[in-house]
């Protein structure tokens, strides 16, 4: 059935005159009044009413969810993607408001900030969370999709960087090269991603039938300055060190090297590095950090998609996303003869 505009007047009971107004992006209804109209137009799935007037459909709420802040202050990732995000909203005729939430903020104050009705859906940046954390946005009634982390197991739809086939381009980069003890540098931090890069990595020991060394196990702190002290430690407590370290991001592996060389271990002469994100700080020391690079703008473009998806086709079931990453290679790691 294709609707006119004395239809979507009676279904919300206003005048077709002013669903009129609406339609051709005119002034005199209220924005208020105007939402719930261009609501219901969608609702109904006559968009082709608006299109040919370039209404905006709603707009798609990008939010930034704390749950402790560590990782989100430290180096806010979401600015590296929110230009894509933003393109391919605006390229679905749909407008972007960035807001953030905090995990301790009183669920009413949530509610008043996500649950209004001029928000079609939302992309939520979840680097942060676990599955505990998700009940909130199960009561929301326009539908979500979690960016930058793979909540493996929650019904929901979700798009990260594959976590282990980024550890494994690293590792099998660094086994070619002839190293045969490996660490990691593991963050206190707790985030799925992290994990899933730290399994990788025992995965990739197995698979290769190397033994894994507890010692060679690096725990760190995640701001900078507990991370320059659990290294400093470390090193302070372990004479034989690996070959070679993968680490959770780029952020630890960086600062790891800066405190190696301080300590008088050559890198990579005595010891390599690869970490994870390509972050600009990789390029910023000496040497330069050998990196796996997260696909940033690729993961914002199919969020983006995936979301408009459940919006206009109510798609009634979820999906995971996992965008392959690829291996930056710089100067921190050596080939062994």
Known sequence: MRYKAKDIARELGVSPAAVSLVLNN?????????????????????????????????DIG???YKCGGEVIDEYPFFNYVSESIVGA????????????????????ERYLAMEDFRYAGYIIYAVEMYPEDME?????SAPCVFL????????????????????????????????REFGYIKSKCPLICFDERYQAFRECLRIKGLLFEEG??????YLESQTEKDVERYLEQHEKLPTAFLADNDLLACRAVQAFKRYGIRVPDEVSFVGFDNRPICSFIEPKVTTVQTPGEEMGEVA???????????????????????????????RLP
């Open 26 to 58: 005119k002034p005199g209804v209220g924005e208020e009044k105007r939402q719930e109209i261009i609501k219901k137009v969608v609702e109904l799935g006559c968009e082709y009413l608006l299109k040919d007037n370039n209404v905006a459909k709603g």
């Open 62 to 64: 990008f939010v930034i």
């Open 89 to 108: 909203i605006e390229a679905n005729n749909y407008k972007m408001t960035m807001m953030y939430l905090d995990k301790n903020m009183p669920l009413s």
């Open 136 to 140: 909130f946005f199960t009561r929301l």
């Open 148 to 179: 930058d982390n793979p909540l493996p197991t929650l019904d929901v739809d979700a798009v990260t960087v594959d976590n282990f086939l980024g550890i494994y381009k690293g590792f099998e980069y660094l086994y070619e090269r002839g190293h």
């Open 216 to 221: 060679f196990v690096m725990d760190v702190g």
């Open 304 to 334: 983006v998609r995936a979301l408009v998806e459940k919006i206009e086709k109510a798609r009634s079931y979820n999906i995971k996303y996992k965008i392959e990453p690829k291996l930056v290679e710089n100067e921190s790691v050596r």
